[in-house]
């Protein structure tokens, strides 16, 4: 399929898409803000700048895009057009995710990944409901967990 748009267009679209900052990130710092939880951001002395680093329940939080990461969700379609560059990109950037994640892991991190289509698309949750599953997490025992639309998995 050929783009609809110019490739010049199409440059000035995608250096657009903030990676820091992003909705469903603003929401889950406003959301454990509001319930006296106390974070540092984008902390490069960690694997992969983890979006939420709280120190006090010795923990990160990943907020990922799910087309950026290559998510197995409704919000997820491989581009049909420059289908090599996509599937390379996706793909370097999953391996990288979980490599960072053992590192995050390896220094002794709890980590809680949270999906963008929690937030967001058909499966998405109610904002309080990813919110207050992710408290639940960071007062559990549970090293690791993932948020994703219509989760059905409890901390």
């Not at 106390?38 to 907020?63: E, T």
């Not at 390379?88 to 950037?93: A, G, V």
């Amino acid at each position: 399929m050929v783009d609809i748009v110019s490739p010049e267009k199409r440059s000035r679209m995608m250096s657009g898409i903030k990676s820091k900052n992003t909705r469903p990130e603003m929401i889950i710092k406003k959301g454990l803000h509001r319930l006296g939880f106390r974070y540092s951001l984008h902390s490069s002395n960690l694997p992969g700048k983890p979006d939420l680093v709280l120190p006090k329940y010795n923990a990160v939080i990943l907020v990922n895009g799910c087309f950026w990461h290559g998510h197995d969700c409704s919000l997820f379609k491989w581009p049909s057009s420059r289908v090599e560059f996509w599937r390379d990109k996706i793909i370097d950037n999953r391996k990288r995710d979980t490599e960072n994640h053992r590192k995050l892991r390896e220094a002794g991190l709890r980590v809680l990944t949270i999906w963008e289509c929690s937030l967001k698309g058909k499966e998405r949750l109610e904002p309080d409901k990813v919110i207050d599953m992710a408290q639940k997490w960071l007062f559990s025992d549970n090293d690791e967990f993932e948020l994703r639309g219509k989760n059905n998995g409890t901390c």
